[in-house]
């Protein structure tokens, strides 16, 4: 059980999961890094509660507390009611939407009786207006991504609109969600083809203007080649998701230099990738973590051909293996294969051997220890 549920237990408020949480729940997919809660009490409670909370002025949440560099949870709260009377389940656009989770007692809530609706496989909107907060749009591509939901109609999204009810706020909650669900792809295609990431996030927009060679990329241009990547994750974390969304952003902005197309591209697409994750508020440990993946991400396939000195900085950092799981969703959306992955990772191995060796250098080369 998350932490602050114990704090929340402790202290005698009851809570709900709403929304995407307590799909979560029902569903047994990996818990998203966003938690929604409808709690028991009113704001100032909450805040003696819980000192850091912070007040994002959006619709459908009161308050909001960070968890980590990665986790963040959304409070609506109820005052002396039931938790259940914050969560404006009426006001969903979808209705699987309004189901409610008790975390105290394991137990499902649906006043809405929209049990029947969850195992049909899919969401349609219900043509009233969706809780301003959280636009149509957002929810259907993280339906999309996290459930295996397939769309029915469209979701409305206006570009005029984008700016007012698309805060950085909203935006980073959004592509939290889409990220960690197991069809991030699809969650991401959606988006892109409502026009939302064309209005709001135009990095991303403009990889579907850069040609690949179709002799490695047989997927497409660099945007196909990116939503490509998510179908061989094997880890729904958060860093990874915006590494592997990321890892190529600098492509349209390289220039070609010799054999190399897109010269540089790692290091440019790291400097637009910082901007990206900061515009949309994503904390700083987290940023600096995907930078790290992004700016490396091409050194796993060199790695074998260069000397140790020149990598070992690198495979040195905690996060190694987390960009030796880029490099294989990268290559493994090619037809290049996995096997400078696995080169990659037998490398690795050694090098972290000669590390443990007090006689071996980190290159495997014998110290030559002087006798005192």
């Keep these: 059980m998350h932490a602050s549920l114990d704090t929340l237990r402790e ?30 009490c009113g704001l100032v409670d909450l805040a003696r509660l819980f000192p850091a909370l912070r007040y994002p002025r959006i619709e459908g949440a009161d308050a909001a507390l960070a968890c980590g560099e990665e986790g963040q949870i959304y409070f609506t ?35 809405a009786g929209i049990y029947p609706l969850l195992r049909r496989g899919v969401v349609r909107p219900r043509g009233a207006a969706a809780v301003p907060g959280w636009p149509p749009v957002a929810d ?24 007012a009810f698309f805060p950085p706020e909203i935006q980073r909650t959004l592509l939290s969600c889409v990220l960690s669900g197991r069809a991030a792809c699809e969650g991401l295609r959606l988006l892109a083809a409502s026009g939302f990431i064309n209005a709001l996030w135009p990095e991303l927009d403009s990889l579907r203007s850069v040609a690949h ?43 070609a230099s010799g054999t190399r197309r897109f010269d540089r591209h790692a290091e440019i697409g790291c400097r637009i990738a910082e901007g990206f994750l900061r515009r949309l508020g994503f904390q700083d440990g987290l940023v600096r973590d995907v930078c790290f993946l992004v700016r490396n991400h091409m050194l796993p396939g060199l790695i074998k051909a260069l000397p140790t000195y020149r990598t070992e900085s ?59």
Aim: proline letters at 6%; aromatic letters at 12%.
């Design 11 to 40: 202290a005698g408020v009851q809570a709900r999961y709403t929304r995407f949480s307590a799909l979560d729940r029902y569903f047994r997919t990996e818990a998203s890094p966003v938690l929604f809660l409808s709690v028991s």
């Design 77 to 111: 709260c109820a005052g002396d009611a039931a938790p259940e009377a914050a969560a404006a389940s009426g006001e969903e656009l979808f209705e699987v939407l309004q189901l409610l989770y008790d975390p105290f007692n394991d137990s499902f809530y649906d006043p």
């Design 140 to 163: 259907a591509a993280v339906l999309v991504s996290r459930y295996g939901y397939r769309l029915a109609g469209e979701a409305p999204f206006s570009a005029l609109q984008a700016r």
């Design 213 to 255: 060679s179709k002799e490695y990329h047989p997927e497409g241009d660099v945007w196909d080649h990116t939503l490509e990547t998510f179908r061989y994750r094997k880890d729904t974390g958060l860093a990874l998701g915006l590494a592997l969304l990321l890892h190529d952003v600098g492509k349209p902005r390289a220039g």
């Design 314 to 372: 690198v495979m040195a950092s905690p996060l190694f293996p987390l960009l030796l799981e880029l490099h294989r969703c990268d290559l493994s959306s090619t037809f290049r294969g996995p096997e400078g992955y696995y080169e990659a990772c037998k490398v690795y191995r050694a090098f972290l051997k000669h590390r443990k060796n007090p006689y071996r250098g980190a290159d495997g080369k014998k110290i030559l220890k002087m006798p005192v």
